[in-house]
């Protein structure tokens, strides 16, 4: 499985970027998807997550303007970002759950500021 992001920027206080998660593979479809992000000093943290039936979940942080999305016909999963804020600068990851092995891609870099 290689996962591929793609969508990152940077983008001023209140503007959206929507991310995509492109993945290899023939397991996409029943696989749980999700986004983290790490700010520079800080962990690795959940950002949203979605089943492979659909079912979604979020960070506070992020609750009401960010959602996630899937498209399992293109294997695909997207992070739509709006209402962008400078504490949600930040490296973002795509991460695929299947059972008890996860993978990662290598990141896409996501820049708020004025």
């Known amino acids: 499985v290689q996962l591929v992001e793609s969508g990152g920027g940077l983008v001023q206080p209140g503007g959206s970027l929507r991310l995509s998660c492109a993945a290899s593979?023939?397991?996409?479809?029943?696989?749980?998807m999700g986004w983290y992000r790490q700010a520079p000093g800080n962990e690795r943290e959940l950002v949203a997550t979605i089943t492979f039936a659909g079912s979604t979940k979020y960070a506070d942080s992020v609750k009401g303007r960010f959602t996630i999305s899937r498209d399992n016909a293109k294997n695909t999963v997207y992070l739509q970002m709006n209402s962008l804020k400078p504490e949600d600068t930040a490296v973002y990851y795509c991460?695929?759950?299947?059972?008890?092995?996860?993978?990662w891609g290598q990141g896409t870099q996501v820049t708020v500021s004025s």
């Open positions: 593979g023939s397991i996409f479809s029943i696989s749980d």
């Open positions: 991460n695929q759950k299947w059972g008890p092995i996860d993978y």
